[in-house]
């Protein structure tokens, strides 16, 4: 990482004393003069000196920040100790009415880091008002920070910033880390002042930037020497950008550098954020931790585990007589704590390939796949549908038919078996709402059929029909046994962005009818059904897993555990599915046998309503989630992306 140094230069202006008066006294009781450094020291602590009444408070405070500099928004405590007469003094009346406070200053440097402590002293004098009252003053001078300080004095900080840490995947593969970038603009200084604005409109208009004219106006604002960029780009991507003909046009200039990067542009973006220098919000929010020039997270993972991967920069803080003067106390050093690396869960191969799979997809869309035995989730791709949200794991979507799975698990443990006869109707009415089958739903599966057949076919009326034989209690508590729902233990919060989804407990009517195929207030994210088909897969809940941290929480568990016995039966019920329902389509794909359920929720006015796609599968040691926001049905929109993943999964070694 490149040294970053900052110089704060704060001119100590204290020409004048400011006396403040402190602990009055107006009987025959001397005033204590260690009342009055200790107020004096809290006026020092929090700047604000409201303590003891003071002829300019705002003139104070503002000579102190002046002071402090930069240290004026590090964390800071002032202490005095116990106030001791004054021995430099031959003048018996001033020995009489002077005294010396010792100050402690300890500054807060930052996590890691050891504290900065001065130590100096405050003068106190005796005065006498106009009622003959006295009390003890505290004299205003540079020496109350430091014995070397004088009216002319500076402070200047110099950092070096530590090395980040390295974002890690699926076996410690490195997944962010240094890659070299060109940094493209307009050099200002190789230009007249009249050849700047033609210029800059010309690399605008060959870069395609979306705001042309915001360049141009940056760089007319810009000093006379300035180096402007317009864009940073992979060095990878030279050949894309056509820089050999960029460097061609006038002023430009092309800087090779090194930036903190994923392995691809699209590479997992929505969870692992981005670096950058830290802006003035995260400047002031750091209460003096991180300065001007820091690079920090400014989003995702990066932001969220900033602390961690930041490390604690080095610093040298030095007393000056004057900017410039080559005489310096130094007052404190510290060297750069590099980062820790955060170990993340992705696997490189299996998130590349969900980022470019879903690039050509208009709607928000996600592709998530986890390890069954693990939780691990080896991909959360989101598509650009979805405009840098996090699709695949904090989305809220009705869960269609996927969420049948729930449902089934629920008739399960209300009595039923994969054998029961079931009635599967063309449409259904509860309450006045009438419920039907999707367009298409094969005849040979209209009537009374078995609840293996209602799942591999997806038959809604079937379903619904059983709605007064399982409450809304029993249906949330099912679909909690696959991860529905699954909180954090009490006290803690997720490691990483996360919507488990919701599951009312308390639905009637036309409401609870719908939940049994995953639409009235069912919701769910990606990651979420991602879950279900793990669940199903190892025979117990499972809980996604995306940060690898010592100390995290296990989430509570569900009321009610899966069993490995109703794990068996729900997985027959999706290899069903493939084997003889709705996605025979699936029994290509090589490897492991494959369990699935698709899934069409309706939203919206529109007549017909528009409809969500979503495809859930488990295949060995891999579940996997696919959803596409605006779709036809599950099968036919999210059904090719699923088995094309599922297909290409079977090449990559990934759990090796």
């Given at each position: 990482m490149p040294t970053v140094r900052r110089r704060l230069a704060a001119a100590v202006l204290l020409s004048l004393t400011a006396a403040i008066?402190?602990?009055?006294?107006?009987?025959?009781?001397?005033?204590?003069?260690?009342?009055?450094?200790?107020?004096?020291?809290?006026?020092?602590?929090?700047?604000?000196?409201?303590?003891?009444?003071?002829?300019?408070?705002?003139?104070?405070?503002?000579?102190?920040?002046?002071?402090?500099?930069?240290?004026?928004?590090?964390?800071?405590?002032?202490?005095?100790?116990?106030?001791?007469?004054?021995?430099?003094?031959?003048?018996?009346?001033?020995?009489?009415?002077?005294?010396?406070?010792?100050?402690?200053?300890?500054?807060?440097m930052g996590e890691g880091a050891e504290p900065l402590v001065l130590t100096s002293a405050a003068r106190l004098e005796l005065v006498e008002d106009a009622d003959a009252n006295e009390s003890w003053t505290a004299l205003w001078s540079p020496a109350v920070l430091h014995p070397a300080a004088t009216a002319d004095s500076t402070i200047e900080i110099s950092r070096v910033a530590a090395e980040r840490g390295v974002v890690t995947g699926f076996g410690g593969e490195v997944l962010v880390e240094e890659r070299p970038v060109m940094r493209i603009g307009i050099d200002k200084q190789n230009l007249d002042a009249a050849e700047v604005e033609a210029a800059a409109q010309g690399l605008g208009t060959a870069l395609a930037l979306d705001d042309v004219q915001g360049y141009v106006d940056r760089v007319l604002a810009a000093g006379e020497k300035a180096f402007v960029v317009a864009i940073t780009i992979r060095s990878s991507e030279a050949r894309t950008y056509g820089v050999d003909e960029l460097r061609a046009l006038p002023g430009v200039l092309?800087?090779?550098?090194?930036?903190?990067?994923?392995?691809?542009?699209?590479?997992?973006?929505?969870?692992?954020?981005?670096?950058?220098?830290?802006?003035?919000?995260?400047?002031?929010?750091?209460?003096?931790?991180?300065?001007?020039?820091?690079?920090?997270?400014?989003?995702?993972?990066?932001?969220?585990?900033?602390?961690?991967?930041?490390?604690?920069?080095?610093?040298?803080?030095?007393?000056?007589?004057?900017?410039?003067?080559?005489?310096?106390?130094?007052?404190?050093?510290?060297?750069?704590?590099?980062?820790?690396?955060?170990?993340?869960?992705?696997?490189?191969?299996?998130?590349?390939?969900?980022?470019?799979?879903?690039?050509?997809?208009?709607?928000?869309?996600?592709?998530?796949?986890?390890?069954?035995?693990?939780?691990?989730?080896?991909?959360?791709?989101?598509?650009?549908?979805?405009?840098?949200?996090?699709?695949?794991?904090?989305?809220?979507?009705?869960?269609?038919?996927?969420?049948?799975?729930?449902?089934?698990?629920?008739?399960?443990?209300?009595?039923?078996?994969?054998?029961?006869?079931?009635?599967?109707?063309?449409?259904?009415?509860?309450?006045?709402?009438?419920?039907?089958?999707?367009?298409?739903?094969?005849?040979?599966?209209v009537g009374t059929i078995p609840l293996s057949e209602a799942i591999a076919q997806s038959c809604n009326t079937a379903l619904i029909a059983q709605h007064e034989r399982v409450s809304a209690a029993d249906l949330s508590a099912a679909a909690a046994s696959l991860g529905i729902g699954a909180a954090p233990a009490e006290g803690s919060s997720w490691p990483f962005p996360y919507f488990s989804g919701?599951?009312?407990?308390?639905?009637?009517?036309?409401?609870?009818?719908?939940?049994?195929?995953?639409?009235?207030?069912?919701?769910?994210?990606?990651?979420?059904?991602?879950?279900?088909?793990?669940?199903?897969?190892?025979?117990?809940?499972?809980?996604?897993?995306?940060?690898?941290?010592?100390?995290?929480?296990?989430?509570?568990?569900?009321?009610?555990?899966?069993?490995?016995?109703?794990?068996?039966?729900?997985?027959?019920?999706?290899?069903?599915?493939?084997?003889?329902?709705?996605?025979t389509f699936l029994q290509d794909v090589p490897g492991d046998q494959v369990g699935a359920k698709s899934g069409t929720a309706q939203y919206g006015t529109d007549d017909p309503p528009a409809t969500h796609a979503w495809m859930i599968a488990f295949q060995g040691d891999l579940a996997v989630a696919v959803f596409v926001e605006v779709g036809d049905y599950g099968t036919a929109t999210a059904g090719p992306i699923l088995e094309d993943f599922l297909t290409l999964a079977a090449d990559v070694d990934w759990a090796g």
């Open positions: 008066g402190l602990a009055a006294c107006s009987d025959d009781t001397p005033p204590d003069p260690n009342e009055a450094a200790q107020a004096f020291a809290a006026d020092l602590t929090d700047g604000t000196f409201d303590s003891a009444p003071i002829g300019d408070p705002a003139a104070a405070a503002e000579q102190l920040v002046g002071l402090l500099g930069e240290l004026a928004e590090v964390p800071r405590t002032v202490t005095a100790g116990d106030v001791a007469e004054v021995t430099a003094t031959t003048d018996a009346d001033d020995a009489e009415r002077l005294r010396d406070a010792p100050l402690t200053w300890t500054f807060d092309i800087v090779d550098d090194l930036m903190l990067l994923a392995p691809t542009p699209t590479f997992a973006r929505p969870i692992l954020g981005s670096v950058g220098e830290a802006t003035a919000e995260i400047i002031e929010e750091s209460e003096g931790q991180i300065g001007t020039g820091d690079v920090v997270g400014l989003s995702g993972l990066q932001r969220l585990y900033d602390d961690q991967l930041r490390g604690t920069p080095g610093m040298e803080v030095t007393l000056t007589a004057a900017a410039g003067d080559s005489e310096v106390v130094e007052l404190y050093t510290s060297d750069p704590v590099d980062g820790t690396p955060l170990e993340t869960t992705l696997q490189t191969t299996l998130q590349s390939y969900a980022d470019d799979r879903l690039a050509g997809v208009e709607s928000p869309s996600a592709i998530v796949a986890m390890q069954v035995s693990t939780g691990a989730v080896l991909a959360a791709a989101s598509g650009p549908g979805g405009e840098g949200f996090n699709t695949a794991m904090v989305s809220q979507y009705p869960a269609g038919s996927t969420f049948k799975i729930a449902t089934a698990l629920a008739l399960l443990r209300s009595g039923m078996t994969p054998d029961s006869e079931v009635p599967c109707t063309p449409t259904l009415t509860v309450d006045g709402y009438e419920f039907e089958n999707y367009p298409g739903y094969p005849a040979g599966s919701t599951v009312p407990a308390d639905a009637t009517g036309t409401t609870h009818a719908a939940d049994f195929i995953g639409q009235g207030g069912v919701l769910a994210s990606p990651l979420a059904m991602a879950g279900v088909a793990a669940s199903v897969a190892a025979g117990q809940t499972v809980t996604p897993t995306l940060v690898v941290t010592e100390d995290a929480a296990a989430p509570e568990p569900p009321a009610v555990p899966l069993t490995s016995a109703e794990a068996t039966q729900l997985q027959q019920l999706m290899y069903g599915v493939v084997q003889n329902g709705s996605s």
